[in-house]
């Protein structure tokens, strides 16, 4: 069985310490490829160096082949410049990354003005249209202006809506716009009613795993620190709410991922 975590943050410094202690816990719980996510021009980078050591090519212990992506998350839009775009674009051209992402829309917290974060999204987009690029779309309390901007800037998508939050509406016309559905830890938490509706309504073939790790861990880990392994327990309780095997699920959810980010084959 392969599973694929598509989101984390693997660089983050929080596995400063232990990074391949929880390497090897991730191809322990058959994760053999990880998508480290970039934020800002920094992690981006970080990410790049950090699947170059791990790719599957490297000179590296058995474990997960990690691929990189870059972009500029909305918390940190202000500090987007026309010169960080240009570096962000010959970034995009590193061997390692596989897509433009995390960009999109927090109105949440709202640390970089909306206008402004709407701005540099779009950008984005349209950097990852000129390259072919597939992305990765953050979305939190922002689904109307989200989509929006995703018709305005064009259609026939090739990207995710990672750690899905939106309704069975929204699912429906993100998938009519060409995305996949991602699903994180929350799908496993008891009250999330409104997700694991969503994982019902959404077919399998449209459907990604990740863990947003460090962030979100899933039940029974909820409030500890996450990390790739995890990721299985999304897909278990994915398996539960589709009445079907896990293996079946991590194959499809799998294939999702290599076609999507036009990975090589794992295993």
Known sequence: MILIDTHAHLHDRRFAADRDEVLARAMAA???????????????????????????????????????TVGVHPHDASKLNPEMLAELERLASEKPVVAIGEIGLDLYRNLSPPAVQEKVFVEQLELARRLDKPVVIHDRDAHTQVLSLLRQVG?????????????????????????LISLAGPLTFENAHRLQAVARLVPLERLLI???????????YRGKRNEPAYVRQVAVRLAELKNTRLEHVAQVTTDNAVRLFRLPPLG
Request: negative net charge; glycine residues 10%; contains cysteine.
């Open 210 to 220: 990740e863990t947003d790790c460090p962030y979100l861990a899933p039940e029974p």
């Open 155 to 179: 259609k026939d998508w090739q990207g995710v809506l990672h750690c899905f939050s939106g309704d069975e509406e929204m699912a429906r016309q993100a998938m009519s716009m060409g995305f």
């Open 30 to 68: 058959d994760v053999q490829g990880i998508i480290t996510v970039g934020t800002d021009l920094e992690s981006s980078k970080k990410a790049i160096a950090l699947a170059s050591r791990h790719s599957g090519n490297a000179i590296e212990p058995r474990g997960p082949v990690v691929y990189a």
